[in-house]
């Protein structure tokens, strides 16, 4: 790898699992060796293209920074963090709910009603954003994980979270009382790079966008 | 241990010494042109926003000069019957970052163009856009690339739609982006979300040389708009035969950068692998006469720190010193 090669950021976790086999015998598929290793940064099949491997949460970080000129993450992360960078495609895979979750038989009438409503989520700008346009007040429990717990052990009334397909809330007796918003995978671009070199990132812009919408 | 804390960089030799080589060479270039030096207070008293570095001088909140296109406004409002047409400024303004990588001070040299209102613009517009086509020369970048966009590409649809408030300002923040799937979503269920959404893809769908003005042919506001693509395809006409070899000129009709502030034609400079812009300006024809002067003005400001970041990350960028 050289100084110039063009990283893009992919993301770990659910998103990335999706990914991963869609890029496999295309251009930009991962280095299968280097996958299997501990490294955080694998060659594609495109020599001068390069892949991170990052958590969701720092992915926007480094495409906004310039780090990586491209990224693939959530939308969910994207409106929760805000960061100065350029989304160009709707990739459409990867494609989830952020609902509101209680125990079964809990309702949203019963939630509304409680005068101090407590809910847990990796998601309080989202969820504040709901809140506001619902006219409610809560506490929000910050949370960065495994949130499913947190109504069963009396930490929360209900929970934000991100639902594909419901086998994680149904596990744990959970069931949604509300959406508030839909999430999928969205093609980043660092601005600088984009708008600076638009003549080397906007093919591969194009490229990524192809390959993976094809399935999605 | 001493701490070097990075949102207020201390400038050592190379840097300090061409913060210094560049702030002369600007302010010569623009006095060269007829930019006359105005250097207003480095401590401000009046509407001080969230972002200025606030502190009570006594029981008086101030504030350190937070912008200079703000602090040169209130100057002129109060101190001038008629203002000068040319003004320059150099120096550093201090504000909180948006980017957490970002500095609090940073240098800036800067130009104004101040007319009279209902004077014709346009020869001010391109007066602006050659100055700043003379500034990678200058500051010995070897290559730069000229974006030329306009604000009421934008705004005129909005406005023709009656969309104002939240709605358009998630509008302007979906263009920001580049994001024309999210101006579908923000829009969802408005009787004018399909025609925003094509001119949203007309304005995204390219960012090139003077061809791109065509891509407004497809917009549904395309008519409305017909003054605006005049004034560009007249700017472009005038700048492309004097273009330095080492300056590309690219027309980006989806910058919304300001859009608050700017009313007409807005620049951005770029080098080729620059995280940020290095210098941005525009018309901002409201600023005076929301002061109460009934005044026209467009300018620019050239952003010495992150050229001087840029200069230590990417030297390769400029040519070596003599």
């Known amino acids: 790898m050289t100084a110039s090669t063009l990283l893009i950021a992919f993301p770990k976790g659910r998103l990335g699992d999706e990914l991963v086999p869609k890029l496999a015998g295309t251009p930009l598929a991962l280095d299968a060796q280097a996958l299997k290793s501990r490294v955080l940064r694998i060659p594609t099949a495109t020599p001068g293209v390069a892949a991170l491997l990052l958590k969701g949460a720092d992915l926007p970080r480094y495409v906004a920074a310039g780090v990586a000129s491209l990224g693939i993450v959530g939308s969910d992360t994207l409106d929760e963090m805000d960061m100065d960078l350029l989304e160009l495609a709707d990739l459409g895979f990867g494609a989830c709910r952020l609902s509101l979750c209680a125990q079964e038989g809990v309702t949203l009438d019963s939630l509304r009603a409680k005068p101090h409503l407590r809910l847990a989520t990796k998601f309080p700008r989202a969820t504040e954003a709901w809140l506001t346009r619902e006219g409610l007040t809560a506490e929000l429990v910050p949370l960065s994980s495994s949130a499913e717990l947190a109504p069963l052990l009396g930490l929360a009334d209900a929970i934000v979270d991100l639902v594909q397909t419901g086998g994680t809330l149904r596990a744990h007796g959970l069931v949604e009382t509300a959406v508030l918003g839909h999430s999928s995978a969205r093609l980043v671009a660092a601005r600088g790079a984009y708008l600076s070199e638009p003549g080397r990132l906007r093919p591969l812009a194009d490229q990524l966008t192809a390959l993976l919408r094809r399935e999605a | ?322």
């Open chain 2, 1 to 322: 241990m001493p701490v070097r804390t990075p949102h207020f960089p201390d400038l050592l030799f190379d840097s300090a010494a061409r913060l210094r080589r560049w702030e002369a060479a600007l302010m010569g270039l623009l006095a060269a042109q007829g930019y006359r030096e105005l250097h207003p207070s480095l401590v401000l008293r009046e509407s001080l926003p969230e972002g200025a570095l606030r502190f009570f001088d006594g029981d008086d909140l101030v504030a350190l000069r937070w912008d200079f296109t703000v602090a040169l406004a209130g100057l002129l409002a109060r101190g001038f019957a008629a203002p000068p047409d040319r003004v320059a400024y150099a120096g550093a303004v201090f504000r909180r970052p948006v980017q957490p990588w970002e500095a609090v001070e940073r240098f800036e040299v800067g130009c104004e163009r101040i007319q009279p209102e209902g004077e014709r613009s346009d020869e001010a517009d391109v007066e602006l856009a050659c100055l700043l086509m003379a500034i990678p020369g200058a500051l010995g970048l070897k290559n730069a690339i000229l974006h030329l966009g306009h604000a009421a590409l934008v705004r005129r649809p909005l406005e023709a739609e009656g969309l104002s408030g939240g709605l358009a300002d998630g509008v302007v923040a979906a263009l920001s982006r580049r994001a024309p799937h999210r101006v579908r979503e923000v829009l969802k269920g408005h009787p004018a979300a399909s025609r925003l959404a094509a001119h949203a893809e007309a304005l995204l769908s390219e960012l090139d040389g003077p061809g791109t003005l065509d891509a407004l042919g497809a917009s549904p506001y395309a008519h409305l708009l017909e003054g605006e693509r005049e004034h560009m395809d007249r700017a472009l006409k005038a700048l492309l035969p004097i273009l330095p070899a080492n300056l590309e000129l690219r027309v980006d009709l989806a910058d919304v950068a300001g859009l608050g502030f700017y009313t007409g034609p807005t620049l951005r400079l770029w080098a080729p692998g620059a995280q940020q812009e290095l210098a941005a300006g525009g018309r901002y024809d409201r600023l005076f006469p929301d002061l109460g002067r009934p005044w026209q003005a467009a300018g620019f400001c050239v952003r010495l720190s992150r050229l001087l970041d840029l200069a230590e990350t990417r030297p390769d960028l400029f040519e070596p010193l003599p």
